[in-house]
C-alpha cells in the first residue's frame, strides 16, 4: 500500500496533499509542517479598526484568472460564494502607477497599446512616457542579438539587449519587484519570464513581433487530466485580479479543512523532519521527525525550500543545486488610515498602486532609505473585503535586493508622502511582517540546474519515489505552487 509523507503544509505541500488523496483514495498520506499554522507564507487576518473590520494580506494579495488550477480549487472546495473579484475596466486594473525620483516622481502607466500611444505620442507627457514609447517602436528593428549557444541570461540582460539598459533599469527592473521582490540583474530570464524568451524566439529575435505572431503551441501544462471548473471560468469573465471576502487564506484554510476530514490523511502540524535517509539494503525511505520517531514512507512530495531540503539529506544520498539560489526576504506593512472627508485630496490616486524601480545609484547608493519596492492601494481594489468605507488601506513591500535597514514608520510615512505627493496622517493601525527568505531568487541557469534534479531524482537509489517540487523549483505564483501540488506522484503507480 502507498504511504505518501508531503514534507511542508505552505500551499504547494496543500495543494499536493488535496490532488494526492484525490488521486490516491486508499494511501495512507501525512503532511508534515515546522509550524503548527498551515499555510506558510499565505496569511490573511480581519482586524477590527475603529469600527471597521478589514482585511489585511502578509502574503499574496490577489490572484490571476488565469491560472486554471486556482479556478479549480476554488470549483472542488466550493469557495465562489466569497469571492471578490476586480472587473478589468476599474481603475484599480488599469491604473498602475512607476515611482521614479529622477522622472519628477508618480507615473500612471499606459494599460492598453492605444492608450500608451495616446499617453505618450501624441501627448508626450514625460521624458518618462518617450523613453517607454520610443524603446517599444526600436524594438522590432534591433538586429537579432542573442548570443549564439546562450541558454539563458539574466532578466536584465534581456531586457537591455531587446529595450535598451534605460527601459531595463526602470520597467524591468520594476516589474521585477512587484513579483519577486529581486535585482533583476540575477534572476534568470527563463524562469521567471518564459514567454518573453519564447516570443524572442517566435519573433526571429524581436519580442513584439514574437508576441504579435500568436504561439503554435500552447506551452501551458494543460495537457493531461481536464481541469474540472464548473461555472467559475464565466465568473471570471472580464475580471483583472480576485482574491475572497477573508483574503487568500480562504483557499488555504478549505484546504485544511478538507484534508483534516479525510480518514487516510494525518495533517501532522509542528513537526518537523530532520532528516532523510534511503536504507542501504532495503532501498526505503527513513524520515526521522522532531519526535526522534522513524517514518517509512513509500513516497515523498518534498515541497521544502531547497536549502531546507539540503539541510536534510545525508553524504550517501546527496542531491545536487539545492543551494544554488539564495531566496529572498520582504518586508510588509500594511496601513490603515481613516478616510478624509469627500472635499479633501484623497490619500492616493485611485489604482493598483506603485512600483519603484532600481534607483539610478543602485541597491546600495542610500536614495531609497527603507528599501521601497511598491505600495499597493488595497481599498481602490479589494474595499469590497472590508465592513466600513471609512478607512483607506494600503501595503508597503520593503526590503528584497536592498541592504538591511532599521525601520522607523514616521520616516517610513514621511517617505511615502513624498511619492504620493501629500501628507499622508497618523495611521489608525500600523502591522509589520518580516517574511524572511520567502521568495527564490531563481538565478541564472535555474531551468538547466533543475533539468539535472529531476534526472538524478529519477534514477537509483531515489527511483522517482521522491519529488521535489515548490516556488525553490518550477515558479513562485500562487498558481505555480497549486499547479505543482496538482501534478505530483503522476507517475505514482
Ligand atoms: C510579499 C510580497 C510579494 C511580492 N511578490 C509576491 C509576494 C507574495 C509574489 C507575486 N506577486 C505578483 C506575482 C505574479 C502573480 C501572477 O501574475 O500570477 C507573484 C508571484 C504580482 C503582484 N505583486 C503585487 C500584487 C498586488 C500582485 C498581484 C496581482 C497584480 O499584478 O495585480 C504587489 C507587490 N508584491 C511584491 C511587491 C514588492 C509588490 C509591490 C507593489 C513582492
Redesign the pocket.
Known amino acids: 500500500m502507498k504511504n505518501i509523507a508531503v514534507l511542508g503544509g505552505g500551499l504547494t505541500g496543500l495543494s499536493a496533499a488535496f490532488h494526492l488523496s484525490r488521486r490516491f483514495p486508499t494511501a495512507q498520506i501525512a503532511v508534515y509542517n515546522t509550524d503548527a499554522r498551515f499555510g506558510g507564507?499565505v496569511r490573511s487576518q480581519r482586524v477590527t479598526v475603529s469600527d471597521a473590520d478589514v482585511v489585511l494580506e502578509?502574503?499574496?494579495?490577489?490572484?490571476?484568472p488565469?491560472?486554471r488550477s486556482v479556478l479549480e480549487l476554488i470549483h472542488l472546495l466550493d469557495l465562489s460564494s466569497s469571492l471578490v473579484t476586480v472587473p478589468k475596466t476599474s481603475e484599480a486594473?488599469r491604473s498602475r502607477f512607476l515611482y521614479v525620483p529622477e522622472f519628477g516622481g508618480l507615473h500612471r502607466l499606459p494599460s492598453t497599446p492605444l492608450d500608451l500611444l495616446k499617453w505618450s505620442g501624441l501627448s508626450a507627457k514625460s521624458n518618462l512616457d518617450r523613453l517607454l514609447l520610443s524603446s517599444l517602436c526600436r524594438e522590432p528593428f534591433r538586429r537579432w542579438n542573442r548570443s549564439p549557444g546562450h541558454d539563458d541570461e539574466s532578466v536584465d540582460d534581456f531586457m537591455t539587449r531587446r529595450f535598451g539598459s534605460e527601459f531595463s533599469r526602470i520597467f524591468a527592473s520594476a516589474l521585477v519587484?512587484?513579483?519577486?521582490?529581486a535585482d533583476a540583474r540575477k534572476l534568470s530570464i527563463r524562469s521567471a519570464f518564459p514567454s518573453l524568451w519564447d516570443a524572442e524566439e517566435r519573433g526571429k529575435g524581436s519580442v513584439i513581433s514574437g508576441f504579435l505572431r500568436r504561439a503554435r503551441h500552447s506551452t501551458s501544462t494543460e495537457e493531461g487530466v481536464p481541469y474540472k471548473l464548473g461555472s467559475v471560468e464565466e465568473k471570471m469573465q472580464d475580471t483583472?485580479?480576485f482574491t475572497f471576502r477573508d483574503g487568500i487564506g480562504t483557499i488555504t484554510n478549505a484546504l485544511v479543512k478538507y484534508l483534516r476530514g479525510r480518514p487516510n490523511v494525518r495533517m501532522q502540524g509542528g513537526v518537523s523532519i530532520t532528516g532523510i535517509r534511503i536504507h542501504p539494503r532495503s532501498k526505503q525511505f527513513e524520515l526521522i521527525t522532531t519526535g526522534l520517531e522513524t517514518v517509512s514512507p513509500t513516497h515523498i512530495a518534498s515541497t521544502l525550500p531547497l536549502f531546507r531540503l539540503q539541510s536534510l539529506l545525508t553524504p550517501a544520498t546527496p542531491l545536487p543545486h539545492l543551494t544554488a539560489n539564495t531566496y529572498t526576504s520582504?518586508t510588509?506593512v500594511n496601513l490603515v488610515f481613516k478616510r478624509p472627508p469627500s472635499s479633501s485630496p484623497p490619500l492616493h490616486p485611485d489604482g493598483?498602486?506603485?512600483?519603484v524601480p532600481r534607483p539610478l545609484a543602485g541597491y546600495y547608493g542610500g536614495s531609497n532609505r527603507f528599501g521601497v519596492?511598491?505600495?499597493?492601494f488595497d481599498s481602490s481594489?479589494v474595499a469590497a473585503q472590508d465592513t466600513s468605507r471609512d478607512v483607506v488601506k494600503m501595503?508597503v513591500?520593503l526590503s528584497?535586493p536592498y541592504p538591511s535597514c532599521q525601520l522607523s514608520i514616521p520616516d517610513l510615512l514621511n517617505e511615502l508622502s513624498v511619492h504620493l505627493g501629500r501628507p499622508l496622517p497618523e495611521p489608525l493601525l500600523v502591522k509589520l511582517h518580516h517574511?524572511k527568505h520567502?521568495?527564490p531568487l531563481l538565478s541564472v541557469g535555474h531551468p538547466q540546474r533543475m533539468e539535472e534534479l529531476r534526472h538524478i531524482l529519477a534514477n537509483e537509489p531515489w527511483t522517482g519515489r521522491m519529488e521535489v517540487i515548490g516556488a525553490g523549483v518550477g515558479g513562485?505564483?500562487?498558481?505555480?505552487c497549486i499547479e505543482a501540488g496538482r501534478n505530483v506522484g503522476k507517475k505514482w503507480t
Request: charged letters at 10%; a positive charge; aromatic letters at 10%.
Open positions: 507564507w502578509a502574503g499574496p494579495r490577489t490572484l490571476r488565469n491560472a486594473a519587484h512587484g513579483i519577486y521582490a483583472s485580479v520582504v510588509v493598483f498602486g506603485y512600483l519596492l511598491g505600495c499597493v481594489s501595503t513591500m528584497g517574511n520567502c521568495i513562485v505564483s500562487v498558481g505555480d
